[in-house]
């Protein structure tokens, strides 16, 4: 089983920074992708950035020049590095882990609690 624990959300004010964490524990074999959604209220939840096991990252357009997404393999960790807030960047921020519990297994996804990020003056 693994375990998501999120961290760093708050209230920021527009053109502002924030950063969010998020570390994994358990007992697992491995974990594969690792990302962040967001939802706002009465919006469909979003991919926001992910990261592969190698690095690779992909971001949404409406993030892309603002956030930074990375990881650290050996404490499988990832964070997202929020700068130039806007307003519409508030949401609940999810962290979503692709995770193989044995070598054999199939990969699944599990997701953390959320941490909400408000952007307003």
């Known amino acids: 089983q693994v375990l998501l624990v999120e961290s760093g959300g708050g209230l920021v004010q527009p053109g502002g920074s924030l950063r969010l964490s998020c570390a994994a524990s358990?007992?697992?074999?491995?974990?594969?992708?690792m990302g962040w959604y967001r939802q706002a209220p009465g919006a469909q939840r979003e991919q926001v950035a992910s990261v592969t096991r190698d690095g690779s990252t992909n971001y949404a357009d409406s993030v892309k020049g603002r956030f930074t997404i990375s990881r650290d393999n050996a404490e499988n960790t990832v964070s997202l590095q929020m700068n130039s807030l806007k307003p519409e960047d508030t949401a609940v921020y999810y962290c979503?882990?692709?995770?193989?519990?044995?070598?054999?297994?199939?990969?699944?996804?599990?997701w953390g609690q959320g941490t909400q990020v408000t952007v307003a003056s």
């Open positions: 979503v882990c692709n995770w193989r519990p044995t070598p054999l297994s199939a990969t699944r996804d599990y």
């Open positions: 358990g007992s697992f074999f491995r974990i594969h992708d």
